[in-house]
């Protein structure tokens, strides 16, 4: 395995595509990729913005 050719494809992203930053608090780690939780929980907010548990 070349991990140090794979590296250069991979780059450091620091922000989501909607600009919210990959911190430790707001990056969810699933499958070895990044997802920004800001957008999943804007995303479950607008379906469920009705239902208060
Ligand atoms: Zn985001």
Request: net charge positive; with cysteine.
């Amino acid at each position: 395995m070349n991990l140090k050719r794979g590296r250069n494809r991979w780059r450091e992203k620091t922000h989501c595509p909607q600009g919210h930053a990959y911190d430790a608090e707001n990056t969810r780690f699933y499958r070895g990729r990044r997802y920004c939780r800001t957008c999943q929980n804007t995303k479950h907010l607008k379906k469920k913005e009705h239902s208060n548990a």
